[in-house]
């Protein structure tokens, strides 16, 4: 049985949506304050840790979820080398870590919770959440991928393709820490975990549009 550590990265230095985790929504809340009551809920995990640099996001901690210090090379503007910004994970107990993406709000706990009680007792080694898509898809030479029927196009019917969702990645520390990488990308490596999202569910905040559109959803949920 594996051991499973929940973990929240966030840093303020988003480039393209600046500070966007401690940004109001419109009733207070942010989107590190509804990450951290979503993984306070989860069950069937060894640890859970809010893993940041930044103080004013160690402020928002809650009990149950413990802090991960990250050393600042790791936050800062630009992409840094996996290497340097996952090592704080040498500092987690658990054999395996769940990734938890606190940039979509709008994700269901139950859903997510059915993931983490599978890959705890999976043959996998990695495990991604993906959502079913059924649409028309071209390869980069521009070949049909997924359609075939030269006397019918419809999206009603026919092969589904599956996309990542980044709501939760799930992968071996060790793997991490020695390959600088989440996994070798090979088949079921990760493995493709399909959960039945909602278009709502999967919104997800990296630009400031998408923190707008984040914002007039959650105020019509709200009132």
């Known amino acids: 049985m594996k051991t499973l550590a929940v973990v929240i990265h966030a840093r303020l230095e988003s480039t ?7 940004r109001d929504l419109g009733d207070g809340k942010t989107l590190i304050d509804i990450a951290l009551q ?23 901690t809650i009990d149950g979820v413990e802090i991960l210090h990250r050393e600042y ?19 987690v107990d658990s054999d395996y870590i769940v990734m938890f993406n606190p940039c979509q709000p709008f994700l269901k ?5 059915k993931m983490i009680d599978w890959f705890k ?7 991604m959440s993906v959502h079913r898509v059924r649409n028309f898809f071209w390869d980069k030479d ?6 075939f029927d030269k006397d019918r196009l419809s999206t009603t019917d026919g092969p589904y393709l599956y996309a ?11 793997y991490m820490l020695n390959e600088h990488n989440y996994f070798p990308a090979t088949k079921d490596n990760p493995y493709p975990y399909v959960v ?5 569910e999967l919104l997800d905040v990296d630009t400031e549009e998408d923190l707008e559109i984040v914002k007039r959803v959650y105020g019509k949920i709200l009132f």
């Open 109 to 113: 706990v139950e859903k997510l919770q």
């Open 16 to 22: 393209r949506c600046p500070n966007k985790h401690l």
């Open 142 to 147: 521009l070949n049909a991928v997924n359609f």
């Open 164 to 174: 990542a969702t980044h709501s939760l990645v799930c992968y071996s520390k060790d």
């Open 38 to 60: 979503n993984i306070s809920k989860f069950t069937n995990v060894e640890e859970k840790y809010l893993a940041v640099y930044d103080q004013e996001l160690k402020d928002r």
């Open 121 to 127: 007792s999976c043959e996998y080694e990695s495990a």
């Open 73 to 91: 090379d790791s936050v800062e503007k630009g992409n840094a080398p996996l290497g340097v910004f996952y090592r704080h994970l040498e500092k």
């Open 196 to 200: 039945d999202f909602d278009d709502i």
